[in-house]
């Protein structure tokens, strides 16, 4: 590997900080998505045992693109997830990446194109934060084949987009939740991925941290990485996503802008709670605040007032 070609990868990588402009698609649901979605997911469904956990769950998402799966547990975000990623065979349906059909596709080639994050990662053993991230290297080495320094290289920019590269010799279980969560990050950039899908990226997380790695997800994003995101906190889809998918008892209920879905009739169906909503004056985004049925909100203002 040539310094050119080192320099190239750094480039690649460092992008994804902002130092380009993204491209940002604005993608309708119809049946013939545009060249440069990156997943497009048709009628979807899976069940076990009879039981249906997804019944004909569409969606899709293109590069420079943030999308939320929202909705109450069991809704079956978390089963779309391994069903997009591969970890789950679905039975009925389509499932497309980069324009190929998932279901003819091998887990190597899967994983060149996706970067999974599960919400739970067991790594008891004790590696350090570099074998971890170097992990993430394994889609594009042959069988038994031992680390370059090419891929060296991409992890460790990986982790210096994370801001992780100071943890590289610690044992990963010695780590805090959100450093863990970045350097699970760092893994999954090493994997090169065009999409990458996050099964509650902060579940477990205070506040600072869960703010931290969403800021992340959403600067790679905005260079040209698609993500798709499983989330239980409607304020923080809101913030973050430019699509939110609505789940309920297996299906898609709901789509579009966190303006167009947020609203209080949605809200109330499928979650069953009363909600006070107000609008960011900047972003234009829904800020909601919760109650429960036949109680008050807690805000002066009890009405919804219309977005900017």
Same mark, same amino acid.
């Given at each position: 590997m040539t310094s050119h070609d080192t320099d190239s990868i750094l480039a690649k990588m460092l992008s994804w900080l902002g130092r380009q402009k993204p491209i940002v698609k604005s993608l309708e649901q119809n049946p013939h998505p545009p060249a440069d979605t990156l997943l497009d997911a048709r009628t979807v469904a899976f069940e076990v045992e009879a039981k249906r956990i997804l019944?004909?769950?569409?969606?899709?998402?293109?590069?420079? =693109?943030? %999308?939320?799966?929202?909705?109450?547990?069991? !809704?079956?975000?978390?089963?779309? %997830?391994?069903?997009?990623?591969?970890?789950?065979?679905?039975? =009925?349906?389509?499932? &497309?990446?980069?324009?190929?059909?998932? !279901?003819?596709?091998?887990?190597?080639?899967? !994983?060149? %194109?996706?970067?999974?994050?599960?919400?739970?990662?067991?790594?008891?053993?004790?590696?350090?934060?570099?074998?971890v991230v170097l992990m993430g290297r394994n889609p594009h080495l042959s069988p038994f084949q031992l680390e370059g320094a090419h891929d060296h290289e991409v992890a460790r920019a990986g982790m210096r987009i994370t801001d992780t590269e100071w943890l590289s010799a610690r044992e990963?279980?010695?780590?805090?939740?959100? =450093?863990?969560? &970045?350097?699970? %990050?760092? &893994?999954?950039?090493?994997?090169?991925? &065009?999409?990458?899908?996050?099964? =509650?990226?902060?579940?477990n997380l205070d506040i600072q941290h869960q703010l931290q790695v969403m800021d992340l997800v959403r600067s790679l994003v905005d260079d040209g990485l698609a993500a798709v995101a499983a989330m239980h906190d409607l304020n923080m889809a809101s913030a973050y996503c430019d699509r939110i998918y609505v789940m309920s008892e297996g299906r898609v209920v709901a789509s579009g802008t966190p303006a167009e879905v947020l609203v209080q009739s949605m809200i109330k169906e499928v979650f069953g709670v009363g909600v006070t909503i107000n609008y960011d004056d900047h972003t234009g985004k829904p800020r909601l605040e919760f109650f429960l049925d036949g109680a008050e909100s807690h805000t002066d203002n009890g009405g919804q007032p219309a977005p900017p």
């Open positions: 019944d004909g769950v569409s969606v899709t998402s293109g590069a420079g =693109e943030f %999308i939320g799966l929202v909705g109450p547990n069991g !809704a079956g975000k978390t089963t779309l %997830i391994k069903c997009i990623s591969g970890l789950l065979a679905h039975q =009925e349906g389509t499932v &497309r990446l980069d324009g190929r059909d998932l !279901a003819r596709m091998s887990p190597r080639d899967v !994983a060149q %194109i996706v970067a999974h994050l599960p919400q739970n990662t067991s790594l008891d053993f004790g590696f350090t934060c570099l074998e990963i279980n010695t780590l805090s939740g959100g =450093e863990r969560q &970045r350097v699970l %990050i760092a &893994r999954a950039l090493a994997q090169e991925p &065009r999409l990458l899908l996050l099964d =509650e990226p902060t579940a």
